[in-house]
Protein backbone atom coordinates (compact mmCIF):
# COMPACT_ATOMS: atom_id res chain seq x y z
CA UNK A 1 0.00 0.00 0.00
CA UNK A 2 1.31 3.25 -1.18
CA UNK A 3 1.02 6.62 1.28
CA UNK A 4 -2.42 7.61 0.12
CA UNK A 5 -3.82 4.24 0.63
CA UNK A 6 -2.77 4.27 4.22
CA UNK A 7 -4.26 6.96 4.83
CA UNK A 8 -7.41 6.29 3.19
CA UNK A 9 -7.67 3.42 5.25
CA UNK A 10 -7.00 4.96 8.16
CA UNK A 11 -9.69 7.85 7.87
CA UNK A 12 -12.18 4.71 6.60
CA UNK A 13 -11.75 2.73 9.79
CA UNK A 14 -11.73 5.64 12.02
CA UNK A 15 -15.15 6.74 10.31
CA UNK A 16 -16.55 2.86 11.17
CA UNK A 17 -14.79 2.59 14.66
CA UNK A 18 -16.82 5.98 15.46
CA UNK A 19 -19.74 4.48 14.10
CA UNK A 20 -19.65 1.22 15.59
CA UNK A 21 -18.90 2.67 19.13
CA UNK A 22 -22.44 4.71 18.82
CA UNK A 23 -24.18 0.98 17.49
CA UNK A 24 -22.93 -0.46 20.64
CA UNK A 25 -23.73 1.99 23.06
CA UNK A 26 -27.47 2.18 21.87
CA UNK A 27 -28.53 -0.79 20.02
CA UNK A 28 -30.36 -3.08 22.31
CA UNK A 29 -29.02 -6.48 22.05
CA UNK A 30 -32.20 -8.60 20.95
CA UNK A 31 -30.76 -11.63 20.08
CA UNK A 32 -27.47 -14.25 21.93
CA UNK A 33 -26.82 -17.55 20.78
CA UNK A 34 -23.44 -19.83 20.77
CA UNK A 35 -20.82 -20.75 18.52
CA UNK A 36 -18.58 -23.33 19.59
CA UNK A 37 -20.00 -23.92 23.10
CA UNK A 38 -22.53 -22.83 25.21
CA UNK A 39 -20.19 -19.80 26.98
CA UNK A 40 -19.06 -19.09 23.08
CA UNK A 41 -22.04 -16.26 22.80
CA UNK A 42 -22.87 -13.92 19.77
CA UNK A 43 -25.68 -11.72 19.61
CA UNK A 44 -27.07 -9.83 16.53
CA UNK A 45 -25.02 -6.61 16.84
CA UNK A 46 -21.90 -8.35 16.51
CA UNK A 47 -22.63 -9.79 12.88
CA UNK A 48 -25.04 -6.73 12.01
CA UNK A 49 -21.93 -4.49 12.46
CA UNK A 50 -19.63 -7.17 10.65
CA UNK A 51 -21.78 -7.10 7.97
CA UNK A 52 -22.04 -3.33 7.31
CA UNK A 53 -18.12 -2.78 7.96
CA UNK A 54 -17.49 -5.81 5.20
CA UNK A 55 -19.59 -3.72 2.65
CA UNK A 56 -18.02 -0.65 3.35
CA UNK A 57 -14.56 -1.93 3.35
CA UNK A 58 -15.27 -3.93 -0.11
CA UNK A 59 -16.72 0.02 -1.69
CA UNK A 60 -13.75 1.53 -1.28
CA UNK A 61 -11.14 -1.32 -1.24
CA UNK A 62 -12.27 -3.67 -3.87
CA UNK A 63 -8.90 -5.53 -4.21
CA UNK A 64 -8.54 -5.49 -0.22
CA UNK A 65 -8.77 -9.49 1.51
CA UNK A 66 -11.53 -9.27 4.54
CA UNK A 67 -11.06 -11.44 7.73
CA UNK A 68 -13.72 -11.08 10.71
CA UNK A 69 -14.63 -12.48 13.66
CA UNK A 70 -18.28 -13.70 12.38
CA UNK A 71 -18.15 -14.59 8.93
CA UNK A 72 -14.43 -15.72 8.59
CA UNK A 73 -12.40 -15.10 5.27
CA UNK A 74 -8.65 -15.55 4.59
CA UNK A 75 -5.35 -13.41 4.80
CA UNK A 76 -4.10 -13.23 0.76
CA UNK A 77 -0.23 -12.87 0.46
CA UNK A 78 0.96 -9.85 -0.84
CA UNK A 79 -2.15 -8.34 -0.67
CA UNK A 80 -3.62 -5.47 2.05
CA UNK A 81 -6.27 -7.57 4.50
CA UNK A 82 -8.63 -6.29 6.84
CA UNK A 83 -8.56 -8.10 10.23
CA UNK A 84 -12.12 -7.39 12.19
CA UNK A 85 -13.77 -8.11 15.75
CA UNK A 86 -16.79 -6.24 15.79
CA UNK A 87 -17.46 -6.82 19.48
CA UNK A 88 -14.70 -7.81 21.63
CA UNK A 89 -16.01 -9.13 24.84
CA UNK A 90 -19.36 -10.74 23.70
CA UNK A 91 -20.05 -11.73 26.39
CA UNK A 92 -19.86 -8.90 28.57
CA UNK A 93 -21.89 -7.75 26.42
CA UNK A 94 -24.64 -10.20 26.15
CA UNK A 95 -24.50 -9.68 30.27
CA UNK A 96 -25.03 -5.98 29.97
CA UNK A 97 -21.07 -5.64 31.53
CA UNK A 98 -20.26 -2.26 30.04
CA UNK A 99 -16.39 -3.30 28.74
CA UNK A 100 -16.40 -4.88 25.44
CA UNK A 101 -14.12 -3.02 21.92
CA UNK A 102 -14.33 -2.42 18.29
CA UNK A 103 -10.85 -3.90 17.09
CA UNK A 104 -10.13 -3.31 13.08
CA UNK A 105 -6.69 -3.62 11.37
CA UNK A 106 -4.79 -3.51 7.98
CA UNK A 107 -1.92 -5.58 7.35
CA UNK A 108 -0.21 -6.99 4.51
CA UNK A 109 1.44 -10.35 5.30
CA UNK A 110 3.10 -10.18 8.90
CA UNK A 111 3.59 -5.97 8.66
CA UNK A 112 0.03 -4.06 10.48
CA UNK A 113 -0.10 -0.45 8.94
CA UNK A 114 -3.12 0.70 10.51
CA UNK A 115 -5.32 -0.06 13.73
CA UNK A 116 -8.57 1.24 14.71
CA UNK A 117 -9.71 0.50 18.40
CA UNK A 118 -12.78 1.82 20.09
CA UNK A 119 -13.45 1.86 23.55
CA UNK A 120 -17.99 2.59 23.54
CA UNK A 121 -18.18 2.58 26.73
CA UNK A 122 -15.38 5.45 27.93
CA UNK A 123 -16.48 6.94 24.55
CA UNK A 124 -12.58 6.84 23.68
CA UNK A 125 -11.30 6.24 19.92
CA UNK A 126 -7.49 4.92 19.34
CA UNK A 127 -6.01 5.06 16.54
CA UNK A 128 -2.01 4.33 14.90
CA UNK A 129 -0.10 4.05 11.37
CA UNK A 130 3.13 1.90 11.41
CA UNK A 131 5.92 4.70 12.49
CA UNK A 132 3.29 7.69 12.71
CA UNK A 133 2.56 7.16 15.91
CA UNK A 134 -0.81 6.49 18.16
CA UNK A 135 -4.10 8.92 18.94
CA UNK A 136 -6.02 8.76 21.36
CA UNK A 137 -9.32 10.86 19.73
CA UNK A 138 -7.05 12.51 17.58
CA UNK A 139 -4.75 13.36 20.15
CA UNK A 140 -0.71 11.63 20.29
CA UNK A 141 -0.32 9.28 22.82
CA UNK A 142 2.25 8.48 24.43
CA UNK A 143 2.63 5.43 27.23
CA UNK A 144 3.65 7.00 30.39
CA UNK A 145 7.81 7.01 31.35
CA UNK A 146 7.15 5.54 35.09
CA UNK A 147 6.14 2.17 35.97
CA UNK A 148 6.54 -0.83 38.34
CA UNK A 149 5.20 -4.16 39.01
CA UNK A 150 4.78 -3.56 42.09
CA UNK A 151 1.49 -2.02 43.30
CA UNK A 152 0.14 -2.69 39.23
CA UNK A 153 -2.42 -4.57 37.85
CA UNK A 154 -1.53 -6.69 34.74
CA UNK A 155 -4.56 -7.80 32.88
CA UNK A 156 -4.73 -11.43 30.96
CA UNK A 157 -7.71 -12.96 29.26
CA UNK A 158 -9.28 -17.02 29.84
CA UNK A 159 -9.11 -19.02 27.08
CA UNK A 160 -12.25 -18.52 26.21
CA UNK A 161 -14.22 -19.57 29.35
CA UNK A 162 -11.32 -21.52 30.94
CA UNK A 163 -8.08 -20.85 32.58
CA UNK A 164 -5.31 -21.17 29.94
CA UNK A 165 -1.84 -23.64 31.01
CA UNK A 166 0.69 -21.38 33.14
CA UNK A 167 -2.58 -18.91 33.97
CA UNK A 168 -2.84 -19.70 37.82
CA UNK A 169 1.16 -19.72 38.17
CA UNK A 170 1.24 -16.45 36.74
CA UNK A 171 -1.17 -14.83 39.22
CA UNK A 172 0.98 -16.65 42.42
CA UNK A 173 3.90 -15.12 40.85
CA UNK A 174 2.64 -11.56 40.12
CA UNK A 175 1.11 -11.37 43.78
CA UNK A 176 4.25 -12.28 45.44
CA UNK A 177 5.49 -9.02 43.38
CA UNK A 178 2.28 -7.25 45.26
CA UNK A 179 1.03 -6.85 41.60
CA UNK A 180 -2.76 -7.59 40.75
CA UNK A 181 -4.11 -9.52 37.70
CA UNK A 182 -7.15 -8.59 36.68
CA UNK A 183 -9.06 -10.64 33.75
CA UNK A 184 -12.14 -8.30 32.15
CA UNK A 185 -13.25 -9.97 29.42
CA UNK A 186 -11.40 -7.96 26.51
CA UNK A 187 -8.33 -8.58 24.99
CA UNK A 188 -8.38 -5.79 22.86
CA UNK A 189 -8.80 -3.50 25.58
CA UNK A 190 -6.43 -5.84 27.83
CA UNK A 191 -3.28 -5.22 25.34
CA UNK A 192 -4.42 -1.70 24.63
CA UNK A 193 -4.05 -1.26 28.85
CA UNK A 194 -0.61 0.07 29.17
CA UNK A 195 -0.77 2.61 26.30
CA UNK A 196 -4.41 3.98 27.64
CA UNK A 197 -2.82 3.94 30.79
CA UNK A 198 -5.28 1.01 31.84
CA UNK A 199 -2.59 -1.24 33.96
CA UNK A 200 1.16 -1.71 34.08
CA UNK A 201 0.91 -4.47 31.17
CA UNK A 202 -1.35 -7.17 29.38
CA UNK A 203 -0.48 -10.62 28.37
CA UNK A 204 -3.20 -13.36 26.06
CA UNK A 205 -2.39 -16.72 25.74
CA UNK A 206 -2.87 -16.98 22.06
CA UNK A 207 -2.55 -14.44 19.77
CA UNK A 208 -5.23 -13.61 16.46
CA UNK A 209 -4.94 -10.57 14.95
CA UNK A 210 -8.90 -10.24 14.63
CA UNK A 211 -8.72 -9.68 18.34
CA UNK A 212 -5.55 -8.13 18.88
CA UNK A 213 -3.66 -6.51 15.95
CA UNK A 214 -5.35 -3.18 16.49
CA UNK A 215 -4.46 -3.14 20.08
CA UNK A 216 -1.11 -4.54 19.77
CA UNK A 217 -0.02 -1.79 16.80
CA UNK A 218 -1.38 1.24 18.94
CA UNK A 219 0.02 -0.07 22.01
CA UNK A 220 3.70 -0.01 20.12
CA UNK A 221 3.54 3.28 17.85
CA UNK A 222 2.60 4.78 21.93
CA UNK A 223 5.72 3.56 22.74
CA UNK A 224 4.91 0.15 24.89
CA UNK A 225 6.95 -3.07 24.77
CA UNK A 226 5.33 -5.68 22.50
CA UNK A 227 6.89 -9.37 23.09
CA UNK A 228 5.71 -12.74 21.54
CA UNK A 229 6.20 -15.94 23.60
CA UNK A 230 9.85 -16.55 22.68
CA UNK A 231 10.66 -13.24 24.28
CA UNK A 232 10.91 -11.50 21.02
CA UNK A 233 9.72 -8.28 20.22
CA UNK A 234 6.94 -8.63 17.20
CA UNK A 235 3.99 -7.57 16.29
CA UNK A 236 2.41 -10.60 14.73
CA UNK A 237 3.37 -14.09 16.47
CA UNK A 238 2.76 -16.56 13.92
CA UNK A 239 2.05 -18.51 17.03
CA UNK A 240 1.75 -18.60 20.83
CA UNK A 241 0.56 -15.30 23.30
CA UNK A 242 1.42 -11.79 23.64
CA UNK A 243 2.92 -9.49 25.75
CA UNK A 244 2.40 -5.88 25.82
CA UNK A 245 4.03 -3.77 28.83
CA UNK A 246 5.33 -0.75 29.43
CA UNK A 247 9.24 -0.72 28.45
CA UNK A 248 10.86 -0.95 31.95
CA UNK A 249 8.37 -3.62 33.31
CA UNK A 250 8.66 -5.43 29.75
CA UNK A 251 11.52 -8.30 30.64
CA UNK A 252 10.62 -8.64 34.51
CA UNK A 253 6.83 -9.37 33.24
CA UNK A 254 7.99 -11.93 30.70
CA UNK A 255 10.72 -13.25 33.21
CA UNK A 256 7.01 -14.26 35.69
CA UNK A 257 5.09 -15.42 32.41
CA UNK A 258 7.93 -17.51 30.76
CA UNK A 259 8.43 -19.33 34.20
CA UNK A 260 4.46 -19.94 34.87
CA UNK A 261 4.24 -21.93 32.06
CA UNK A 262 7.23 -23.58 32.77
CA UNK A 263 6.31 -24.43 36.32
CA UNK A 264 2.34 -25.38 34.93
CA UNK A 265 3.63 -27.83 32.37
CA UNK A 266 5.50 -29.21 35.01
CA UNK A 267 2.69 -30.58 37.01
CA UNK A 268 0.61 -31.27 33.55
Excluded at 9 to 20: H, I, K
Excluded at 22 to 40: G, L
Excluded at 89 to 109: E, K, M, Q, R
Excluded at 135 to 144: A, F, K, N, S, T
Aim: aromatic content about 6%; some cysteine; charged content about 20%.
Amino acid sequence: MNREDIAAARELAVELGAWASEQTRTHPVTMVTTKSDPADLVTDLDRSIERYVRDRVRDRFPGHAFVGEEFGGEAVPGRPTWYLDPVDGTTNLANSIPWTAFSLAVAVDDRPLVGVVADPWNDALFDAVAGEGARRDGEPLQIGADGSLTGGVVGTELAGHRAWTGLRELAQSLSTAFCTLRVMGSGTLTLLGPAAGRGIGGIVHRFSPIDHLAAVLIAHEAGAAVLGHDGRPTLFPSEGGILVAAPEVAGELFALWKDAGERAALVA
